[in-house]
C-alpha cells in the first residue's frame, strides 16, 4: 500500500500518477485519440474521457459581479454596494504592462499553445518528479479562467465554492472541456481582459481595475511596471503575498515576476533590475462598501433601498432570486432623496439630540400626491459599536425596522377625526367628555361581533378639569380621551378601521391593527415612514400615496446596459377633499395656539399633532406643509427608558412631550428642507367655535394633546391609566390622576403584552 507523507497528503508516487493521469488526458483529448483500458491509470483514464462526453456542450459564463452605485435623485452619489468590488474595463483600457506580467508569471506560451499546454505539462511534471512534490501546476490561462467562472457562479455559497475549486480529476476534465471551448469562441485578447477582470488579487479586490485602485489608488490603465508585477504575482496566492500584511513576501514575488518578464523578452534585463530595486510604493485605498458609507448620513436610507429590491416582486419572483440580482450588482440605482432634505433632516438630529444620549430620534420626510420619501435619518449612526446601530427607526420590521414600531400616542387621534368625518358626523360634534368613564359598550366591530367592556374599565382625561361638553375643535386641540372614546362609541370601531386601512396604516411587524377602543388612544407600534405616509395624505386633500424610494434603475451586463422595472407609487383616495380639508383646519390650530407651537412654521401654512405614550416612553410630532410630511420620533428602541429628568442633547428635560423635544426636531428638520421652496396654502374650512368657551387654566407645557402628559409617571397604556395623551392624554401639563383601574385582561394585544414595542 502507497506510503502517506506525516501531513497526512499523497506520497511523491501517488501525486505523480494523479498528475501524469491528467496529463495523459490533457495529451490524448489534444491529438484526439482514444485511451487504452489498461491498469488502474488506464481505467480512470477511460472513465474521465467518457464523463468528458457527457458533460453540457456549452459552459455557463455569468455575468461579472460587480459594484451597484445608489445615487440620490440629483444624479450625487450617496453609496456604492457590492458583494464583490469589481470593476470591469476593456483591455485597452489595462496598462501593457499588467498583461505582459501576467502572461510570463501564470502562462508564458499563452499566445503558442491551445487550451492544453503539452509543453507546459511535461516541463511540470519533470520539475514535480524531481521536487518529489507539486512544486510547479500546468493549468494554463485558460483553463484558470474557466476556474475562476466555475467560482463566479458559486457565488458565496461555500459548498459550491469548495466543488469548484476541488482538486479533483473530474474538475480537471470540466475544465479541460471548457477551455477548449473557449479558446475556439473567444480568442486570446479576449480570454486575458476576461481574465484579469474575473480573477482576485486579495484585499477584497476583484479585477485588474479594483485591485489598481486599492493598491495604487489609480486606474489599471496607468500601472507601471513595477505596480504591475507585484499584482501580477499576488494572483498564485493573494493571502501569501499581500503587500499589505507581509511587504517582504509581496516584494520578493514582485521581483520573481520581473525576472520572468525579462526571461521571456518582455522586458530587458537592466529593466528588470531598475524596477526590483523601486520599493512598493503603496498607496492604498481602504474598500469603500455598503451603506455604512453613505454620505449625509444617508445609511439607513441606503439600507431601506436595499430591502426594497430584495422585498419588492418586480425585481425577482423569489426573495433568492431578487438576491441573486443585488449580488450581481452593476446596478445604478437613482433613488427618491434629496440632499436638501436629507442635510436638513440631519442637521436638526445634531442640533437637538446627541447619539450618545439614552434615547433617540428618527425622522422621516414624504413628497404628498407622490409618495417619494425625500429624508431619512435618526439621531443613533449607522453601524455595530457602542451608540450604534444597524435597525432602521423609521420602517417597518419587514424591511429592516423594529420589531413593532412604536407607540404613537394623540397622534393617531386625527385617523379617528377623519373617520367620524367621512361618516357624516359635522365638525361641531358634541360629546359630554366628562372627566373620567366607562369605556362604553357596546362598541361595533368590522366582525359584527360587538366588543364590550367586560371589566367595567374607565378611561380618564389628562386633568379633571378637563370636564365637557366638548366639540372636536376644541377636544383635538387638548386631546381629550373620553371626546374620541365616546366618537369611537358613536360611530364604531370599523369606519376607523377603513380609515386607516385607506391610509395603510399597520403595526410594525404588518399586522393590521386590532379592534379595540385603545387603538382610537396611539397604544400600538407604528412606524415614522407609515405615519408620514398617512399625514401626506391630508396634505395632499384625502389622496394617499404609498411610498417610494427608487425612480429608476440601470444594469450593466458586460458592456451593454438595460432599465430594470422599478415599483411605482400607487395613489388612491383615502377620504373625501372636504374631510381632509377639515383634518388640516383641525390640525393647524394645533401649531398656531396649541403647545405645537414649539414645532409650528412661520412663513407657510403648516399643521400637525404632538402624540405622548405611557410613561413617556415615546414622543412624536407628526406634521405637514401642502407640499412636504414629516414625522418624528424620539424615544428608547427597547421601550426602557422613562423620558422624566433625563438629558437630550445637553438640555435638561423634567419631562419630555410631544411639543418639547419632537416638534422642534421637525420644525427644523422642515424648515431647512423647504427653504426656497413655494409655500400653498391648505384649503381651510369654516368650524364654528362653541357656544360656550371654556376657559381652562392650562400650564405653558400643556400641548394639543392636553396637560400632562401621557401617562407621565406611572400612566399605563397610552392614557387609559394616569395620563390622558394619545397613549395618555397630553404632552404637557404637570398634575396626574392616580390609576383607579385594572387592565382588562387582553385588552391589549401585541408587543411586550402592554403594547409596546421595538427592539434595540
Same mark, same amino acid.
Given at each position: 500500500?502507497?506510503?502517506?507523507?506525516?501531513?497526512?497528503?499523497?506520497?511523491?508516487?501517488q501525486?505523480?500518477?494523479k498528475?501524469?493521469?491528467?496529463?495523459?488526458?490533457?495529451g490524448?483529448?489534444?491529438?484526439?485519440?482514444?485511451?487504452?483500458?489498461?491498469?488502474?491509470l488506464?481505467?480512470a483514464?477511460?472513465g474521465?474521457?467518457?464523463?468528458?462526453?457527457?458533460?453540457?456542450?456549452?459552459?455557463k459564463?455569468?455575468?461579472?459581479s460587480?459594484?451597484?452605485?445608489?445615487?440620490?435623485?440629483?444624479?450625487?452619489?450617496?453609496?456604492?454596494?457590492?458583494?464583490?468590488?469589481?470593476?470591469v474595463?476593456?483591455?485597452k483600457?489595462?496598462?501593457?504592462?499588467?498583461?505582459?506580467?501576467?502572461?510570463?508569471i501564470?502562462?508564458?506560451?499563452?499566445y503558442?499553445h491551445?487550451?492544453?499546454?503539452l509543453?507546459?505539462?511535461?516541463?511540470?511534471?519533470?520539475k514535480?518528479?524531481?521536487?518529489?512534490?507539486?512544486? @510547479?501546476g500546468a493549468?494554463?490561462?485558460t483553463?484558470?479562467?474557466?476556474?475562476?467562472?466555475f467560482?463566479e457562479?458559486a457565488g458565496?455559497?461555500?459548498t459550491?465554492?469548495?466543488?469548484?475549486?476541488?482538486?479533483?480529476?473530474?474538475?480537471?476534465?470540466? @475544465?479541460?472541456?471548457?477551455?477548449?471551448?473557449?479558446e475556439?469562441?473567444?480568442?486570446?485578447?479576449?480570454?486575458?481582459?476576461?481574465?484579469?477582470n474575473i480573477?482576485?488579487?486579495g484585499?477584497?479586490a476583484?479585477g485588474?481595475?479594483a485591485a489598481?485602485?486599492?493598491?495604487?489608488s489609480?486606474?489599471?490603465?496607468?500601472l507601471?511596471?513595477q505596480? +504591475?508585477?507585484?499584482?501580477?504575482?499576488?494572483?498564485?496566492?493573494?493571502?501569501?503575498?499581500?503587500?499589505?500584511?507581509?511587504?517582504?513576501?509581496?516584494?520578493?514575488?514582485?521581483n520573481?515576476?520581473?525576472?520572468? !518578464? +525579462?526571461?521571456?523578452g518582455?522586458?530587458?534585463?537592466?529593466?528588470a533590475e531598475?524596477?526590483?530595486?523601486k520599493?512598493l510604493?503603496?498607496?492604498?485605498?481602504?474598500?469603500?462598501?455598503g451603506?455604512?458609507?453613505a454620505?449625509?448620513?444617508?445609511?439607513?436610507f441606503c439600507?431601506?433601498?436595499?430591502?426594497?429590491?430584495?422585498s419588492?416582486p418586480?425585481?425577482?419572483?423569489?426573495?433568492?432570486?431578487?438576491?441573486?440580482?443585488?449580488?450581481?450588482?452593476?446596478l445604478?440605482i437613482?433613488?427618491t432623496l434629496?440632499?436638501?432634505?436629507?442635510?436638513?433632516v440631519?442637521?436638526?438630529l445634531?442640533?437637538?439630540?446627541?447619539?450618545?444620549?439614552s434615547?433617540?430620534?428618527?425622522?422621516?420626510?414624504?413628497?404628498?400626491?407622490?409618495?417619494?420619501i425625500l429624508?431619512?435619518?435618526?439621531s443613533?449612526?449607522?453601524?455595530?459599536?457602542?451608540?450604534?446601530?444597524e435597525i432602521?427607526?423609521?420602517?417597518?420590521?419587514?424591511?429592516?425596522?423594529?420589531?413593532f414600531?412604536?407607540?404613537?400616542?394623540?397622534?393617531?387621534?386625527?385617523f379617528?377625526?377623519?373617520?367620524a368625518?367621512e361618516?357624516?358626523?359635522?365638525?361641531?360634534?358634541e360629546?359630554?367628555?366628562?372627566y373620567e !368613564?366607562?369605556?362604553?359598550?357596546?362598541?361595533q366591530?368590522?366582525? #359584527?361581533k360587538?366588543w364590550?367592556?367586560e371589566?367595567n374599565e374607565?378611561?380618564?382625561?389628562?386633568?379633571?378639569t @378637563?370636564?365637557?361638553?366638548?366639540?372636536?375643535?376644541? +377636544? !383635538?386641540?387638548?386631546?381629550?380621551?373620553t371626546?374620541?372614546?365616546?366618537?369611537?362609541?358613536?360611530i364604531?370601531?370599523?369606519?376607523? !378601521?377603513?380609515?386607516?386601512? #385607506?391610509?395603510?396604516v399597520?403595526?410594525?411587524? #404588518?399586522?393590521?391593527?386590532?379592534?379595540?377602543p385603545?387603538?382610537?388612544?396611539?397604544s400600538k407600534?407604528?412606524?415614522?415612514l407609515?405615519?408620514?405616509?398617512?399625514?401626506?395624505?391630508?396634505?395632499?386633500r384625502?389622496?394617499?400615496?404609498t411610498?417610494?424610494?427608487?425612480?429608476?434603475?440601470?444594469?450593466k451586463?458586460g458592456?451593454?446596459?438595460?432599465?430594470l422595472?422599478?415599483p411605482?407609487s400607487?395613489?388612491?383616495?383615502?377620504?373625501?377633499?372636504?374631510?381632509?380639508?377639515?383634518?388640516n383646519?383641525?390640525?393647524?390650530g394645533?401649531?398656531d395656539?396649541g /403647545?405645537?407651537?414649539?414645532?409650528?412654521l412661520?412663513?407657510?401654512a403648516?399643521a400637525g399633532?404632538t402624540?405622548?405614550?405611557?410613561e413617556?416612553?415615546?414622543?412624536?410630532?407628526?406634521g405637514? /406643509?401642502p407640499?412636504?410630511?414629516?414625522?418624528?420620533?424620539v424615544?428608547?428602541a427597547?421601550?426602557?427608558?422613562?423620558?422624566?429628568?433625563?438629558?437630550?442633547?445637553?438640555?435638561y428635560?423634567?419631562?419630555?412631550y410631544?411639543?418639547?423635544v419632537?416638534?422642534?426636531?421637525?420644525?427644523?428638520?422642515? /424648515?431647512?428642507?423647504?427653504?426656497?421652496k413655494?409655500?400653498?396654502?391648505?384649503?381651510?374650512?369654516?368650524i364654528p367655535?362653541?357656544d360656550?368657551?371654556k376657559d381652562?387654566?392650562?400650564?405653558?407645557?400643556?400641548?394639543?394633546?392636553?396637560?400632562n402628559?401621557?401617562?407621565?409617571?406611572? #400612566?399605563?397604556?397610552?392614557?387609559?391609566?394616569?395620563?390622558?395623551d394619545?397613549n395618555?392624554?397630553?404632552?404637557?401639563?404637570? /398634575?396626574e390622576?392616580?390609576?383607579?383601574?385594572?387592565?382588562?385582561?387582553?385588552?391589549?394585544?401585541?408587543?411586550?403584552?402592554?403594547?409596546?414595542g421595538?427592539?434595540?
Amino acid at each position: 500500500m502507497p506510503k502517506k507523507r506525516s501531513g497526512g497528503g499523497l506520497s511523491p508516487t501517488q501525486q505523480a500518477a494523479k498528475f501524469l493521469g491528467v496529463s495523459v488526458l490533457a495529451g490524448a483529448l489534444m491529438a484526439g485519440i482514444a485511451l487504452p483500458a489498461v491498469g488502474a491509470l488506464g481505467l480512470a483514464a477511460k472513465g474521465s474521457v467518457e464523463s468528458f462526453d457527457e458533460l453540457p456542450a456549452n459552459m455557463k459564463t455569468p455575468p461579472l459581479s460587480q459594484r451597484t452605485t445608489i445615487l440620490d435623485a440629483d444624479g450625487g452619489q450617496i453609496a456604492t454596494v457590492y458583494s464583490r468590488d469589481r470593476t470591469v474595463v476593456e483591455l485597452k483600457d489595462i496598462s501593457p504592462y499588467m498583461q505582459k506580467a501576467i502572461v510570463a508569471i501564470e502562462d508564458s506560451r499563452f499566445y503558442e499553445h491551445g487550451a492544453v499546454d503539452l509543453k507546459g505539462v511535461l516541463r511540470a511534471l519533470n520539475k514535480n518528479a524531481q521536487s518529489g512534490g507539486v512544486a @510547479e501546476g500546468a493549468s494554463t490561462l485558460t483553463q484558470q479562467y474557466v476556474k475562476n467562472v466555475f467560482v463566479e457562479e458559486a457565488g458565496d455559497d461555500p459548498t459550491k465554492v469548495a466543488q469548484a475549486t476541488q482538486q479533483t480529476i473530474g474538475r480537471k476534465i470540466r @475544465e479541460l472541456k471548457y477551455a477548449i471551448q473557449v479558446e475556439e469562441e473567444l480568442g486570446k485578447k479576449k480570454i486575458l481582459e476576461n481574465y484579469l477582470n474575473i480573477t482576485f488579487f486579495g484585499q477584497q479586490a476583484y479585477g485588474v481595475e479594483a485591485a489598481a485602485r486599492r493598491y495604487f489608488s489609480k486606474s489599471a490603465k496607468d500601472l507601471s511596471l513595477q505596480e +504591475a508585477a507585484l499584482l501580477a504575482g499576488i494572483v498564485q496566492s493573494p493571502s501569501r503575498y499581500d503587500p499589505v500584511n507581509d511587504e517582504a513576501e509581496a516584494t520578493k514575488r514582485r521581483n520573481t515576476v520581473l525576472r520572468r !518578464m +525579462a526571461d521571456v523578452g518582455d522586458i530587458s534585463e537592466a529593466e528588470a533590475e531598475k524596477a526590483a530595486a523601486k520599493p512598493l510604493g503603496l498607496k492604498i485605498s481602504n474598500p469603500k462598501n455598503g451603506c455604512i458609507t453613505a454620505v449625509n448620513n444617508a445609511s439607513f436610507f441606503c439600507d431601506y433601498v436595499r430591502e426594497v429590491f430584495l422585498s419588492d416582486p418586480v425585481f425577482g419572483k423569489t426573495r433568492e432570486a431578487r438576491a441573486k440580482v443585488w449580488n450581481q450588482g452593476g446596478l445604478t440605482i437613482k433613488t427618491t432623496l434629496t440632499p436638501q432634505a436629507q442635510e436638513s433632516v440631519q442637521a436638526s438630529l445634531k442640533s437637538h439630540i446627541n447619539k450618545g444620549d439614552s434615547v433617540a430620534a428618527a425622522v422621516t420626510l414624504v413628497e404628498p400626491g407622490t409618495g417619494r420619501i425625500l429624508g431619512m435619518g435618526q439621531s443613533k449612526p449607522y453601524g455595530y459599536g457602542k451608540n450604534e446601530t444597524e435597525i432602521n427607526y423609521s420602517v417597518n420590521h419587514s424591511v429592516g425596522g423594529s420589531n413593532f414600531g412604536f407607540p404613537t400616542g394623540s397622534t393617531f387621534k386625527p385617523f379617528v377625526a377623519a373617520a367620524a368625518l367621512e361618516e357624516g358626523r359635522p365638525v361641531t360634534q358634541e360629546y359630554s367628555s366628562p372627566y373620567e !368613564m366607562p369605556y362604553p359598550e357596546p362598541v361595533q366591530t368590522c366582525s #359584527g361581533k360587538p366588543w364590550t367592556n367586560e371589566g367595567n374599565e374607565s378611561v380618564p382625561n389628562e386633568s379633571e378639569t @378637563e370636564v365637557g361638553p366638548y366639540r372636536l375643535k376644541e +377636544a !383635538m386641540a387638548l386631546s381629550v380621551n373620553t371626546y374620541f372614546v365616546q366618537m369611537v362609541a358613536d360611530i364604531g370601531l370599523c369606519p376607523v !378601521m377603513n380609515m386607516t386601512d #385607506g391610509l395603510h396604516v399597520v403595526q410594525g411587524n #404588518g399586522d393590521k391593527l386590532p379592534e379595540v377602543p385603545a387603538v382610537s388612544l396611539g397604544s400600538k407600534g407604528i412606524s415614522p415612514l407609515t405615519m408620514a405616509s398617512a399625514y401626506a395624505a391630508f396634505a395632499s386633500r384625502g389622496m394617499y400615496c404609498t411610498p417610494v424610494a427608487i425612480t429608476s434603475i440601470t444594469q450593466k451586463i458586460g458592456d451593454k446596459k438595460k432599465s430594470l422595472e422599478v415599483p411605482k407609487s400607487t395613489c388612491s383616495r383615502a377620504m373625501s377633499e372636504k374631510t381632509a380639508d377639515t383634518v388640516n383646519t383641525l390640525l393647524q390650530g394645533v401649531v398656531d395656539s396649541g /403647545t405645537g407651537q414649539e414645532a409650528g412654521l412661520t412663513d407657510r401654512a403648516n399643521a400637525g399633532k404632538t402624540g405622548t405614550t405611557d410613561e413617556r416612553k415615546n414622543a412624536w410630532f407628526v406634521g405637514y /406643509t401642502p407640499n412636504l410630511s414629516g414625522a418624528v420620533w424620539v424615544g428608547s428602541a427597547s421601550q426602557q427608558v422613562k423620558m422624566t429628568n433625563l438629558s437630550i442633547g445637553g438640555v435638561y428635560h423634567a419631562q419630555v412631550y410631544g411639543g418639547s423635544v419632537p416638534g422642534p426636531i421637525w420644525r427644523d428638520a422642515m /424648515t431647512g428642507a423647504l427653504e426656497g421652496k413655494e409655500a400653498p396654502p391648505f384649503n381651510l374650512v369654516d368650524i364654528p367655535n362653541p357656544d360656550k368657551n371654556k376657559d381652562k387654566d392650562k400650564d405653558d407645557e400643556g400641548d394639543d394633546d392636553g396637560g400632562n402628559g401621557d401617562n407621565g409617571n406611572g #400612566g399605563l397604556i397610552g392614557g387609559l391609566i394616569g395620563g390622558g395623551d394619545a397613549n395618555g392624554g397630553g404632552d404637557g401639563g404637570s /398634575t396626574e390622576p392616580d390609576p383607579t383601574f385594572s387592565i382588562p385582561e387582553n385588552f391589549i394585544q401585541g408587543q411586550g403584552g402592554n403594547g409596546i414595542g421595538g427592539r434595540d
